[in-house]
């Protein structure tokens, strides 16, 4: 018995030390729904604000565009001058950096504000409310960096705007308005490399020709040089022939007068040998002799007549030229050497560009530079997968969520109300 009374004792105890909390708990709910209205009211206020934000706030819209490379046919034109390469990705890389660039959007906006009427004003200047416009609207889109086939490359462009504005046709116009830049730019480029490339052929031609003109004095010089050294040596060796034939007629008139000398003492009028002076005629007989000797008589046995009609000559000779055969040989150099033809074959060349070795194939390339005419309207840079549209959603505004979060709000707040209520009013009853 007194086991029983010790379980109900406990029992009545625990009982007793729970109930107030389950009191606490149902007068607390007890305690929220006579404040229901004030829930309710409050829970319809903030949703009447958010409905309010979310009907009255400005919608805003988005559109974008896609870009992607060209095939490479498209950039035949531009890469078969020889002197400019770009494949698809770098135009594609090209036309990215230009949509990128802030001077170019700043440039387009300044250009159509009529495009941008709608959005707000910020500082004092253009410059400014479209820094922060531009910070806000426009986004650039790239694929996943760990994807690298050529077919998930592409460019795109995003504008976030405010309802009133033609986001489409700023999009679109802007991507329109960079591709001529570009196309401008490749444009300009080119004129550039054409232009110094014929500034380098032009003077690539004018070094030739330079070095044509100083190789052909230099010949000239060469070629004058050799006619002066020869005829110098060709008049020495005559010089010298005419003083050595001089030297010999002299020696033989001299050689003469000797024999002369000798003759007339010996009495030696006509020609005649020494057998037959050493045998003289007998009677009145003429007798013919020969004689047969290898060696050669003295010039004295010619006899005083045509020792002397030699010696005259040779004193009367004006020139002794004819009797070397080598001075005619010499006459004969030294005339054509007066006028060297080489010389002035090469003095009286016209044409000289004609001798130039490679400046048939510089004018060539120069011909072939300046007929090189790029069509930048033909010149695809881009191919436009897909050109920004006029959306009919807004994407903020938000208004189911944003409904949906003000409901929530509104009823937490309107519970947190009631809690403090009767937090205050429990605390002034005790």
Same mark, same amino acid.
């Given at each position: 018995?007194?086991?029983?009374?010790?379980?109900?004792?406990?029992?009545?105890?625990?009982?007793?030390?729970?109930?107030?909390?389950?009191?606490?708990?149902?007068?607390?709910?007890?305690?929220?729904?006579?404040?229901?209205?004030?829930?309710?009211?409050?829970?319809?206020?903030?949703?009447?604000?958010?409905?309010?934000?979310?009907?009255?706030?400005?919608?805003?819209?988005?559109?974008?565009?896609?870009?992607?490379?060209?095939?490479?046919?498209?950039?035949?034109?531009?890469?078969?001058?020889?002197?400019?390469?770009?494949?698809?990705?770098?135009?594609?890389?090209?036309?990215?950096?230009?949509?990128?660039?802030?001077?170019?959007?700043?440039?387009?906006?300044?250009?159509?504000?009529?495009?941008?009427?709608?959005?707000?004003?910020?500082?004092?200047?253009?410059? @400014?409310?479209?820094?922060?416009?531009?910070?806000?609207?426009?986004?650039?889109?790239?694929?996943?960096?760990?994807?690298?086939?050529?077919?998930?490359?592409?460019?795109?462009?995003?504008?976030?705007?405010?309802?009133?504005?033609?986001?489409?046709?700023?999009?679109?116009?802007?991507?329109?308005?960079?591709?001529?830049?570009?196309?401008?730019?490749?444009?300009?480029?080119?004129?550039?490399?054409?232009?110094?490339?014929?500034?380098?052929?032009?003077?690539?031609?004018?070094?030739?020709?330079?070095?044509?003109?100083?190789?052909?004095?230099?010949?000239?010089?060469?070629?004058?040089?050799?006619?002066?050294?020869?005829?110098? @040596?060709?008049?020495?060796?005559?010089?010298?022939?005419?003083?050595?034939?001089?030297?010999?007629?002299?020696?033989?008139?001299?050689?003469?007068?000797?024999?002369?000398?000798?003759?007339?003492?010996?009495?030696?009028?006509?020609?005649?040998?020494?057998?037959?002076?050493?045998?003289?005629?007998?009677?009145?007989?003429?007798?013919?002799?020969?004689?047969?000797?290898?060696?050669?008589?003295?010039?004295?046995?010619?006899?005083?007549?045509?020792?002397?009609?030699?010696?005259?000559?040779?004193?009367?000779?004006?020139?002794?030229?004819?009797?070397?055969?080598?001075?005619?040989?010499?006459?004969?150099?030294?005339?054509?050497?007066?006028?060297?033809?080489?010389?002035?074959?090469?003095?009286?060349?016209?044409?000289?560009?004609?001798?130039?070795?490679?400046?048939?194939?510089?004018?060539?390339?120069?011909?072939?530079?300046?007929?090189?005419?790029?069509?930048?309207?033909?010149?695809?840079?881009?191919?436009?997968?897909?050109?920004?549209?006029?959306?009919?959603?807004?994407?903020?505004?938000?208004?189911?969520?944003?409904?949906?979060?003000?409901?929530?709000?509104?009823?937490?707040?309107?519970?947190?109300?009631?809690?403090?209520?009767?937090?205050?009013?429990?605390?002034?009853?005790?």
């Amino acid at each position: 018995m007194k086991r029983i009374h010790n379980k109900e004792l406990g029992k009545t105890v625990q009982q007793q030390t729970s109930t107030p909390e389950e009191i606490d708990l149902v007068e607390l709910f007890r305690a929220l729904w006579r404040q229901k209205m004030l829930i309710i009211g409050v829970t319809l206020i903030v949703t009447l604000i958010a409905a309010a934000y979310a009907f009255l706030a400005t919608p805003y819209y988005e559109t974008k565009t896609y870009l992607r490379p060209v095939p490479g046919s498209s950039l035949d034109q531009l890469n078969e001058t020889g002197i400019y390469k770009l494949s698809p990705e770098e135009a594609l890389g090209r036309v990215a950096s230009g949509l990128s660039s802030y001077d170019n959007r700043l440039e387009f906006f300044l250009g159509n504000q009529e495009l941008f009427q709608n959005i707000p004003k910020q500082g004092d200047s253009l410059e @400014q409310t479209f820094a922060e416009f531009n910070e806000k609207a426009f986004e650039m889109l790239f694929p996943d960096p760990k994807r690298t086939d050529n077919r998930s490359a592409f460019v795109g462009l995003k504008l976030t705007y405010p309802k009133g504005m033609e986001g489409a046709t700023i999009v679109n116009g802007f991507v329109a308005y960079v591709l001529e830049l570009e196309r401008r730019e490749i444009a300009d480029d080119l004129d550039s490399l054409i232009g110094n490339r014929l500034a380098s052929l032009e003077a690539n031609m004018e070094a030739q020709r330079a070095n044509y003109s100083a190789s052909k004095e230099a010949k000239i010089a060469t070629l004058l040089e050799e006619s002066a050294l020869k005829r110098a @040596q060709l008049k020495d060796e005559l010089a010298a022939l005419r003083e050595e034939l001089k030297t010999r007629r002299t020696n033989r008139i001299q050689e003469l007068s000797e024999a002369i000398s000798i003759a007339e003492s010996l009495g030696i009028r006509t020609p005649t040998t020494p057998s037959a002076m050493a045998e003289a005629p007998r009677g009145g007989a003429q007798v013919i002799r020969t004689e047969v000797t290898n060696q050669e008589m003295p010039l004295y046995f010619m006899g005083t007549e045509a020792l002397m009609a030699e010696r005259d000559a040779l004193a009367n000779r004006k020139s002794d030229d004819f009797i070397e055969p080598r001075i005619s040989e010499i006459q004969s150099e030294l005339a054509m050497l007066e006028n060297n033809r080489e010389v002035e074959i090469l003095q009286e060349r016209e044409s000289e560009d004609l001798y130039l070795t490679d400046l048939a194939e510089l004018r060539e390339e120069a011909a072939r530079l300046k007929a090189i005419k790029l069509d930048t309207e033909r010149l695809r840079l881009v191919r436009l997968d897909q050109p920004a549209l006029q959306p009919n959603n807004a994407v903020k505004p938000k208004k189911a969520m944003i409904l949906a979060l003000g409901l929530v709000l509104g009823g937490m707040l309107g519970v947190f109300i009631a809690l403090i209520r009767s937090l205050v009013n429990r605390s002034s009853n005790t």
